[in-house]
């Protein structure tokens, strides 16, 4: 039997039993597996299987998706295939918006259509269907296992297993949270298993007086994995005690300990009870600012950027704390070595502290803050050169005669005419024309237009 059927306008389609038999799309259907001719009996839709693998990251399995179930329009894995009078296959959605738009050709081949119905490709929608569906048998049997397990580990753990036995205890309660946490952080999905068998309330009463490091670790590494938190559970994290443990934690542990205790502190500030003066501690910020500062693991210093930029919104009292651990310098030293993404949040952050006295005299004390402000204008986004203009305002303001000479010497007024220049909004350009009219009473005429030219000409 060939592998391929004509279609009456002259175009081909899969064979399904040959195709499978011969191998040409993988291994044949194993024991167990659906059968291709039940595929249309599955209760799960087609393309909400492909939706749930995708969202699983389970979308082929071990294998690659055929290339014969990818449209050469989307590249995605079709749902309904229709085929053209060329022979060409494709999604019907997007064959039929390629159509509406005019064309009379094959996208693939280019040749042109002399007949444009679209042919429904029953054989590969069901050997399509069949191959997704035994990936989601598959998956669903891997999940039921997962969930099991992790559900399992959660009653060792409260002491609820059948038989009943005694909580975990020593290095048998570690071993089980640490394989609860691989299992939390390699499958989403356990996570709403973790919260159905009592691992909620269970991971918050582990973080106690008597807790073991170990324990703590693993714990909260468990809780920031997307475990669903109820308020009840938030409240009881947000104790005083228990707090100041993860801030404990936060300051004695390895890296990813740090970045998890960071990021639970910063879900915590989500909770509408929430109190600012939970986070108005010095050893809470001392350990954010070493996070941020160790440039060896990016991921912490984008959490450590986040939960500092959370608490100078919600806790003013706070900015003046921040000031006083070094902060300002220690952020305007880091922004020429930020990636990109960070760059906003710590001129956000600066931006907050500018607005305290301390912070203001930190930012104009700081040898660092006018060239890298300068060197952001224009760079990264119109946000942060408006968080850029904005600090080099507070400082020349303070200081004219002092901090705008050393601004235009660092190419200031090049850098404001092309902000002026600009699409920028409206009021950035009237703060950026203010700030060159401030450069200029504070620098001689001719040395100021002389140094416009020149630093536009090196530009």
């Given at each position: 039997m060939p592998q391929y059927q004509e279609l009456p306008c002259g175009g081909q389609v899969l064979d399904i039993d040959t195709a499978l038999k011969d191998g040409i799309l993988g291994a044949a259907l194993e024991p167990g597996d659906a059968a291709a001719g039940d595929a249309g009996k599955q209760p799960v839709e087609l393309r909400k299987m492909m939706d749930e693998l995708d969202a699983a990251g389970d979308g082929g399995g071990d294998e690659a998706v055929p290339a014969v179930f990818i449209c050469p329009i989307s590249l995605e894995p079709m749902v309904d295939p229709v085929t053209l009078c060329t022979g060409q296959t494709y999604e019907r959605a997007n064959i039929s918006r390629w159509l509406a738009l005019g064309h009379r050709t094959c996208p693939t081949t280019m040749q042109e259509l002399w007949d444009d119905a679209l042919t429904p490709n029953a054989t590969l929608r069901q050997l399509i269907a069949a191959w997704f569906s035994r990936r989601y048998t598959r998956f669903k049997?891997?999940?039921?296992?997962?969930?099991?397990?992790?559900?399992?580990?959660?009653?060792?753990?409260?002491?609820?297993?059948?038989?009943?036995?005694?909580?975990?205890?020593?290095?048998?309660?570690?071993a089980a949270l640490r394989e609860l946490r691989t299992l939390a952080t390699t499958h989403q999905s356990v996570t709403k298993a973790i919260a159905e068998a009592g691992g909620v309330a269970l991971l918050t009463s582990l973080l106690g007086p008597f807790t073991s490091h170990a324990v703590g670790t693993e714990a909260v590494a468990i809780l920031v994995c997307g475990v669903p938190l109820d308020a009840d559970a938030k409240a009881a994290l947000m104790q005083p005690a228990k707090v100041s443990l993860v801030v404990d934690m936060?300051?004695?542990?390895?890296?990813?300990?740090?970045?998890?205790?960071?990021?639970?502190?910063?879900?915590?500030?989500?909770?509408?009870?929430?109190?600012?003066?939970?986070?108005?501690?010095?050893?809470?910020?001392?350990?954010?600012?070493?996070?941020?500062?160790?440039?060896?693991?990016?991921?912490?210093?984008?959490a450590g950027l986040e939960l500092l930029n959370s608490i100078c919104a919600v806790h003013r009292p706070a900015r003046s704390m921040i000031v006083s651990i070094g902060a300002v310098p220690q952020l305007v030293e880091l922004?020429?070595?930020?990636?990109?993404?960070?760059?906003?949040?710590?001129?956000?952050?600066?931006?907050?502290?500018?607005?305290?006295?301390?912070?203001?005299?930190?930012?104009?004390?700081?040898?660092?803050?006018?060239?890298?402000?300068?060197r952001l204008l224009m760079r990264v986004?119109?946000?942060?050169?408006?968080?850029?203009?904005?600090?080099?305002?507070?400082?020349?303001?303070?200081?004219?005669?002092?901090?705008?000479?050393?601004?235009?010497?660092?190419?200031?007024?090049?850098?404001?005419?092309l902000v002026i220049q600009s699409g920028c909004a409206p009021e950035l350009k009237q703060k950026a024309s203010e700030l060159l009219k401030l450069?200029?009473?504070?620098?001689?005429?001719?040395?100021f237009i002389s140094k416009c030219k020149l630093t536009r000409t090196i530009q």
């Open positions: 049997k891997r999940s039921a296992d997962f969930h099991g397990r992790a559900a399992d580990l959660v009653h060792g753990l409260r002491g609820t297993a059948v038989p009943r036995r005694q909580p975990l205890k020593g290095q048998a309660r570690v936060l300051n004695e542990g390895v890296a990813d300990t740090k970045i998890n205790c960071v990021r639970l502190i910063r879900i915590l500030m989500d909770e509408r009870g929430f109190r600012p003066e939970t986070v108005a501690s010095l050893s809470l910020l001392v350990g954010v600012m070493r996070l941020i500062r160790d440039k060896r693991h990016p991921d912490g210093v984008v922004l020429p070595e930020l990636a990109t993404e960070c760059v906003e949040p710590a001129l956000d952050i600066l931006d907050a502290l500018s607005a305290v006295p301390e912070g203001r005299v930190a930012l104009k004390d700081c040898p660092r803050t006018i060239p890298n402000a300068v986004s119109e946000a942060c050169t408006r968080r850029a203009l904005s600090m080099l305002w507070t400082v020349c303001r303070m200081a004219p005669e002092e901090c705008a000479p050393a601004a235009v010497e660092a190419g200031l007024a090049a850098k404001l005419l450069c200029r009473l504070n620098y001689t005429d001719t040395l």
